[in-house]
């Protein structure tokens, strides 16, 4: 009776239903896990599935080094149609003849938007503008600027081209497409600029995650799947999954809780977040090596 009292601490790996937000999933995680220190990292779309990684008590302060991770994706891109929100969710605002569109033509656009690029995300977006978020003042008519900030577009490949006719009996083109992209990638806002460039318009259709870090899809739970049986990633488990992994011995371990910065390794420099384990193999903290010494990011020992 207990254990069922005490939350476990770790990641959960969920594959997000359409139409629910990220904060509808870690409302509903609450619920499942009967506690309120529910994190997520990285927001996922309403209209987006799959990979949505969520954190359970102490694994919440896993979340903000989490969501800084690689991501990839899998979706499927209208050329022929805009609309007001880059995305099948809004309505439709511009249609163009998209059949002469050749694959050279695709390529070259897809060429041109991978790499290191600069993005405007989208105007519905979460990003905030002046401490208003970018989707209200679209809501509220507003006329605004959103400045573009740099991504990288680690890989963007079309796997199928589809002759397609839209609703209103507009020909379009439907690419599936995979992209592999840093954190703060809007890949409706890759969607937008492929049309753009190829001057007949484009929008997402469908996006589903297929991984966030080290985290895939074969992982992932559904609600459902959740409801009926909790399965946590023990944060021990997670922390070795996504960071470098630096073994101290008790001393150490002793002087690390106790707040001291310690001396780290050569091979941690420049390595970003790092997980110290002792050795009993305990998950004790993660640290960033600064000048040599580790600075604390967040204790969990």
């Given at each position: ?113 991978s790499g290191d690029i600069m993005q405007v995300p989208s105007k519905v977006s979460a990003i905030k503008i002046n401490g208003v978020r970018s989707y209200k ?71 589903r995650r297929t991984r966030v870090g080290p985290y895939k899809l074969d992982s992932a739970k559904t609600l459902d799947q959740l409801q009926q049986e909790l ?71």
């Open positions: 009776m207990n254990r069922k009292q005490t939350p476990p601490d770790g990641l959960v790996i969920v594959d997000k239903p359409s139409g629910f937000t990220s904060h509808d999933v870690v409302a509903k995680m609450r619920g499942i896990a009967k506690t309120r220190r529910v994190g997520h990292a990285g927001t996922l779309d309403p209209m987006a599935t799959g990979v949505l990684v969520l954190g359970i008590e102490r694994a919440t302060k896993l979340l903000g080094h989490l969501a800084l991770t690689e991501k990839e994706y899998l979706g499927t891109v209208r050329l022929g149609q805009t609309t007001l929100t880059d995305d099948a969710e809004g309505e439709i605002t511009g249609s163009t003849d998209a059949s002469k569109v050749t694959r050279d033509a695709i390529d070259a656009g897809i060429a041109k938007l003042r679209a809501r509220d008519g507003e006329e605004f600027e959103i400045p573009a900030r740099p991504v990288t577009v680690s890989s963007f490949s079309v796997y199928d081209v589809r002759d397609a006719v839209a609703e209103d009996g507009t020909p379009v083109l439907d690419l599936v497409v995979s992209v592999v992209c840093s954190s703060g990638t809007y890949i409706r806002a890759l969607a937008r600029d492929l049309g753009a460039d190829l001057g007949v318009g484009g929008h997402l259709t469908a996006l399965s946590v990633m023990p944060i021990a488990e997670a922390a070795t999954a996504a960071f470098p992994r630096w073994n101290v011995d008790a001393k150490r371990a002793q002087l690390l809780t106790n707040g001291v910065r310690l001396e780290m390794p050569d091979e941690y420099a420049g390595a970003g977040a790092v997980a110290v384990f002792d050795p009993e193999g305990r998950f004790l903290a993660l640290v960033e090596e600064q000048k040599g010494k580790a600075k604390s990011l967040a204790v969990f020992g």
